[in-house]
């Protein structure tokens, strides 16, 4: 009797998590809260939920985050050197005055960036150079929005910092060769979709409007370049790709990887003609990067809590969804892919909102290998929440900054999402997810 009073309470409260993750409640506070709710309703003996679920499950996770405090900072190093605003200067220059080809450039080149840049702060002032140009070479601002977020998201497969929250979650994956030989092919298909999503809408606008757009020319304040007014070394559009040549081609762990581009990064853009601003630029960017990432280790402190308490109740949880949720990598996949708006609104398909709690579920059913689940849930974040949903952070800021109202930006990107997280999330099964 207790089991089946204990499996309708959790079910209960797995559905106000979903809830209240979609309503936009704190995910940090959800997370912790729902933990104490499932150790009370688990009865859970309380040196096991202070020690495991609240301390080890927290603990644990250093590595992580420091991979992501890393990635974050040499976001920074990127925007504050002004090496971003180079490359996307040189862009403009190459393209010329032709609109549609320079957006098409721009945003390449933002999902090239955006492999090893990571932070919304990085995202925000990247954006601020990258918008007015689109913006004054008369590509509407649903279009210009739309592109450059679809940009960032092409960026997120291959981005070690962003792949590394994963890790918090499916503990036995890694940023092996297998992993970045689907994140090369994944977004080389995203961006395909992208500009396919660049060139449909704006052929459809030039349809009713013939007036000729004059090409922006992109200027380097000051600020953007870090305080150096000469011109930038060519070999700066080498620093964004540093970190995952690194890893990729010679083995090198993050945290090295990232300092390496650091280093590059400052030693390039003439940040280390003296002690004083090196130092000065180093501190600033390392506590911008933290600054823009805290929210986010915060959040992620919350998962692993959740994760722990839900791990303690795996039991409980099996008895109640086992009969519910298919057992077959096929059909769960195909489930996503038809159902993949559910991940807007950190809906139950958003592992970074109440998704965690079906992650859980499916992790203590014993059906699925790790491999499947992350391939399963690494999709729709990138592919439909950083693409389409307006709860993520820079989409926040992309829609007040471009005044694009919410529903016009769904309605504008989520079918192209749509299309990339079926896609993709294919690819995912067979390259990664079925071993």
Same mark, same amino acid.
Request: charged share 10%.
């Given at each position: 009797?207790?089991?089946? %009073?204990?499996?309708?309470?959790?079910?209960?409260?797995?559905?106000?998590?979903?809830?209240?993750?979609?309503?936009?409640?704190?995910?940090?506070?959800?997370? !912790?809260? %729902?933990?104490?709710?499932?150790?009370?309703?688990?009865?859970?003996?309380?040196?096991?939920?202070?020690?495991?679920?609240?301390?080890?499950?927290?603990?644990?996770? *250093?590595?992580?985050? =420091? !991979?992501?405090?890393?990635?974050?900072?040499? *976001?920074?190093?990127?925007?504050?050197?002004?090496?971003?605003?180079?490359?996307?200067?040189?862009?403009?220059?190459?393209?010329?005055?032709?609109?549609?080809?320079?957006?098409?450039?721009?945003?390449?080149?933002? =999902? +090239?960036?955006?492999?090893?840049?990571?932070?919304?702060?990085?995202? &925000?002032?990247?954006? &601020?150079?990258?918008?007015?140009?689109?913006?004054?070479?008369?590509?509407?601002? /649903?279009?210009?929005?739309?592109?450059?977020?679809?940009?960032?998201?092409?960026? @997120?497969?291959?981005?070690?910092?962003?792949?590394?929250?994963?890790?918090?979650?499916?503990?036995?994956?890694?940023?092996?060769?297998?992993?970045?030989?689907?994140?090369?092919?994944?977004?080389?298909?995203?961006?395909?979709? @992208?500009?396919?999503?660049?060139?449909?809408?704006?052929?459809?606008?030039? /349809?009713?409007?013939?007036?000729?757009?004059?090409?922006?020319? =992109?200027?380097?304040?000051?600020?953007?370049?870090?305080?150096?007014?000469?011109?930038?070394?060519?070999?700066?559009?080498?620093?964004?790709?540093?970190?995952?040549?690194?890893?990729?081609?010679?083995?090198?762990?993050?945290?090295?990887?990232?300092?390496?581009?650091?280093?590059?990064?400052?030693? +390039?853009?003439?940040? &280390?003609?003296?002690?004083?601003?090196?130092?000065?630029?180093?501190? /600033?960017?390392?506590?911008?990067?933290?600054?823009?990432?805290?929210?986010?280790?915060?959040?992620?402190?919350?998962?692993?809590?959740?994760?722990?308490? =839900? /791990?303690?109740?795996?039991?409980? +949880?099996?008895?109640? @969804?086992?009969?519910?949720?298919?057992?077959?990598?096929?059909?769960?996949?195909?489930?996503?892919?038809?159902?993949?708006?559910?991940?807007?609104?950190?809906?139950?398909?958003?592992?970074?909102?109440?998704?965690?709690?079906?992650?859980?579920?499916?992790?203590?059913?014993?059906?699925?290998?790790?491999?499947? +689940?992350?391939?399963?849930?690494? %999709?729709?974040?990138?592919?439909?929440?950083?693409?389409?949903?307006?709860?993520?952070?820079?989409?926040?800021?992309?829609?007040?900054?471009?005044?694009?109202?919410?529903?016009?930006?769904?309605?504008?990107?989520?079918?192209?999402?749509?299309?990339? @997280?079926?896609?993709?999330?294919?690819?995912?099964?067979?390259?990664?997810?079925?071993?």
């Amino acid at each position: 009797m207790y089991e089946v %009073i204990a499996g309708i309470l959790l079910f209960v409260t797995f559905l106000g998590l979903i809830y209240y993750c979609m309503k936009g409640g704190n995910l940090l506070v959800g997370f !912790i809260g %729902i933990a104490i709710l499932w150790c009370i309703i688990g009865m859970i003996p309380m040196h096991t939920v202070v020690t495991d679920v609240f301390q080890t499950s927290v603990a644990s996770y *250093g590595g992580t985050i =420091a !991979i992501i405090v890393f990635g974050a900072w040499f *976001g920074r190093i990127l925007v504050d050197t002004g090496i971003a605003g180079y490359i996307i200067k040189k862009t403009v220059e190459l393209a010329g005055d032709k609109p549609l080809i320079t957006t098409l450039l721009l945003c390449t080149v933002c =999902a +090239l960036i955006f492999t090893s840049a990571f932070g919304v702060g990085s995202v &925000m002032a990247i954006g &601020m150079i990258v918008l007015p140009i689109m913006f004054s070479l008369g590509i509407d601002k /649903k279009t210009a929005l739309g592109s450059y977020l679809l940009s960032v998201s092409a960026g @997120m497969y291959l981005n070690i910092a962003y792949v590394s929250q994963f890790f918090a979650v499916f503990k036995s994956i890694k940023y092996t060769d297998e992993y970045i030989r689907f994140a090369i092919v994944a977004t080389i298909v995203h961006t395909i979709v @992208m500009l396919a999503f660049i060139t449909f809408n704006y052929m459809r606008n030039q /349809k009713g409007n013939k007036s000729r757009a004059r090409a922006w020319t =992109a200027s380097m304040t000051s600020s953007s370049q870090g305080g150096q007014s000469g011109r930038l070394n060519f070999l700066c559009i080498l620093v964004p790709f540093v970190p995952i040549i690194m890893v990729a081609l010679f083995k090198w762990q993050p945290v090295p990887s990232f300092l390496m581009g650091i280093f590059l990064g400052l030693l +390039l853009t003439k940040n &280390m003609t003296s002690y004083q601003i090196a130092v000065e630029k180093v501190q /600033k960017t390392l506590y911008d990067g933290i600054a823009d990432s805290g929210l986010l280790i915060g959040m992620l402190y919350g998962v692993n809590i959740f994760q722990a308490a =839900a /791990k303690e109740v795996s039991p409980i +949880l099996q008895d109640v @969804m086992g009969g519910i949720i298919p057992t077959s990598p096929v059909v769960l996949v195909a489930v996503f892919c038809v159902l993949a708006p559910l991940a807007l609104f950190r809906g139950p398909l958003m592992i970074w909102g109440s998704g965690i709690a079906v992650v859980s579920i499916l992790q203590s059913m014993g059906f699925f290998s790790e491999n499947f +689940l992350f391939a399963l849930f690494l %999709i729709p974040p990138v592919a439909i929440v950083a693409s389409a949903c307006p709860t993520q952070s820079w989409s926040m800021w992309g829609l007040s900054y471009a005044k694009v109202e919410p529903k016009q930006y769904i309605k504008t990107n989520l079918p192209w999402a749509w299309t990339i @997280m079926i896609i993709v999330e294919i690819l995912a099964y067979t390259m990664i997810g079925s071993k």
